[in-house]
Structure formats: C-alpha cells, structure tokens
C-alpha cells in the first residue's frame, strides 16, 4: 500500500501541488495491465530522477461527458481507481474535472497551462492510443515533439497482449459481460472487484440455510448473470463465498442483485462496506421448479466455489489506502 496517497483536484491550491512530478496519465478504467506499464514507465522515470510519480486522470469519465444517455459499465469507479493507483506505489493521483470547459481546452493549452504551469510536470508516460485535448487533437507523438522544448521526457508505452490479443478497458468488459472471469483476471492482473454497501433484503436466503449479504450494484454493471466463488474484503479481513448476481428467476425476476453467501461465517453484515472481488464463474443464472432443487443446486455451487477458491488462496486486488 502507499501511505499518504494524495488526491489532488482542481480546487487543490497551486503551492500545495508537488513540482517536478513524473505523470503517469490515462483514464486508468479498471487499471488493467495495459495501464500498469504506464504506470511502471513513470515510476522508473521519477525513481531514476528521483521526483515523486503521480498519475493524472479525469472524472467523471469523458464518455460518460460525451454521450450522457448512454449506459456506462465502469470498470471502475472514481473510488475504486483510486483505491487500485494507491496500489501501485504511485504518491497520488491528480483528478481533472472532465466538464465542458476541459472538453473545450486544446491540446496545446492542457499541455502547457495544466501539466507545465500548474502541476510543473517534468516527465509524462502515456500508452500508446492516450488522446486529449479538444477534439482528441492531443496525441503521444505530439507529447514526444513538443517534449524537447519544453525541456521534459516522454515515454509512450506499447500495447500490452496477452495471447496475442491487446488488453483493454473494452475488452475486460466483454470478458465480464460473457462470464470469462479467468480472461478479465489476466487483463487486469488480478481480479475485479466491486464495493457496496450490504442491505437488507428479502431474507429468503436466511429459511433456506444460505443466508446471504446483499448488494446492489451500479445499475449499469454489466457482469453475466450467473453464480460466483468471490472472495470478500472487510477491511483487511478476507472471506470466502459464493455469490448470484441476476434477478432471481425463481422467485421475482426483480432488479439484479448481489446476493453473497459467505462461508463459515457468523455475523451482522447490515450496514458493512464489502469488496467483492469475482474469481471464477460457477453456472449462469438458472429458473428451478422448486426450492428443494434450488438448494441441491446451491450445495453443488458452494462446493465448486469452495474448491475455485482453494485454487486461487492469494487471489485479491492490490488496493492502497487514499489519503
């Protein structure tokens, strides 16, 4: 973890911003492994010269600025990014507003007004598709021209592939949405999560003798529906359990919910903030006919989890503390 993470925003006065910093900068959605090497080419450019690293991103996302209307399934939210860069080892983070002003500003004026006049940057690392500016002018070539008047050092990173296929923001999310766990896993260098806070719900967990924490996740997640070996977070504590994530066929076909049973274990969760962090798919969400089915089938998933999850016995994201 990275002690004194410091988030630094647009109201953040100028003399409480450190000068000289290296910056890593993207989006960071998910912080995949694509991300990572841009974050490592920072850290070894700030530990070369040696200067503080901090990464630079935008909130809320550009295309969620863009296309307003448009359903946005979020690797990450702005917490959970922050969470995973403290992770890193970086020293903080600098969140640009992305409103219409800085969709606005061009690409030129980012350059020299946000990262030379006010953050007093002297290196950036950028992957090699990172746009900015107004109209996505704003290239890594650009960075590389512009780099030797401006008297500081560019690093563009490659994409990074895994099976010949290039990690992706928009790749893990397909990988989600289809269930491939395994695939977003080895994308993002450990496993997605998600945080919530644990509601009360229906309770029929608890008369079937698999009572359940439940959560409701953002509403335009898009994970398969289906049952999961997760292992949960509370605070530094780690749990094991199987989880549904659906609508419940057998009951209501409600609104979709993480419904998790946590194995072993005894307790009130109402009211508790968990990381859930997804291992491995089990099954896609089924109807059944009755309940005895329902729980012959729940011992069958609890068991499959339970062996997926002895398989993977350190498997949790690397998340730092936010300062």
């Given at each position: 973890m990275a002690?004194?993470?410091?988030v630094i925003?647009?109201?953040?006065?100028?003399?409480?911003?450190?000068?000289?910093?290296?910056?890593?900068m993207g989006n960071f959605d998910g912080v995949h492994l694509g991300h990572r090497a841009v974050i490592a080419a920072a850290l070894q450019m700030a530990r070369?010269?040696?200067?503080?690293?901090?990464?630079?991103?935008?909130?809320?996302?550009?295309?969620?600025?863009f296309s307003p209307n448009s359903p946005q399934f979020r690797l990450s939210d702005e917490t959970a990014k922050l969470r995973l860069l403290a992770g890193t080892g970086l020293a903080g983070a600098v969140v640009m507003t992305f409103d219409k002003k800085r969709a606005g500003t061009t690409a030129q004026d980012f350059i020299h007004h946000d990262l030379i006049e006010r953050l007093g940057v002297s290196g950036i690392a950028v992957g090699y598709d990172f746009h900015f500016g107004k109209g996505r002018v704003g290239s890594p070539s650009l960075l590389v021209n512009e780099a030797p008047r401006l008297g500081i050092e560019v690093d563009v990173q490659p994409h990074v592939d895994i099976d010949e296929r290039p990690v992706s923001?928009?790749?893990?999310?397909m990988a989600l949405a289809e269930g491939q766990i395994e695939d977003a896993t080895a994308m993002l260098g450990g496993p997605w999560f998600v945080t919530g806070l644990v509601i009360h719900g229906e309770k029929r967990?608890?008369?079937?003798?698999?009572?359940?924490?439940?959560?409701?996740?953002?509403?335009n997640c898009g994970l398969k529906h289906g049952i999961y070996a997760v292992r949960v977070g509370r605070g530094l504590e780690r749990l094991d359990g199987v989880a549904s994530f659906g609508r419940r066929p057998t009951f209501d076909n409600g609104?979709?919910?993480l419904e998790i049973f946590l194995f072993d274990f005894k307790g009130d969760l109402y009211g508790t903030t968990l990381d859930i962090a997804f291992i491995g798919l089990i099954r896609e969400e089924l109807r059944f006919d009755s309940v005895e089915k329902l729980?012959?089938?729940?011992?069958?998933?609890?068991?499959?989890a339970r062996a997926a999850l002895a398989a993977a016995p350190d498997a949790f994201p690397k998340l730092g503390v936010v300062g």
């Open positions: 002690p004194g993470f410091t925003r647009d109201t953040t006065p100028a003399a409480a911003i450190p000068k000289g910093s290296v910056v890593a070369t010269h040696r200067r503080p690293a901090l990464a630079v991103t935008f909130e809320p996302h550009p295309r969620s600025f923001s928009s790749a893990i999310r967990g608890r008369d079937l003798g698999y009572p359940t924490a439940n959560i409701r996740l953002d509403k609104a979709p919910l729980v012959r089938q729940m011992d069958e998933d609890s068991a499959r």
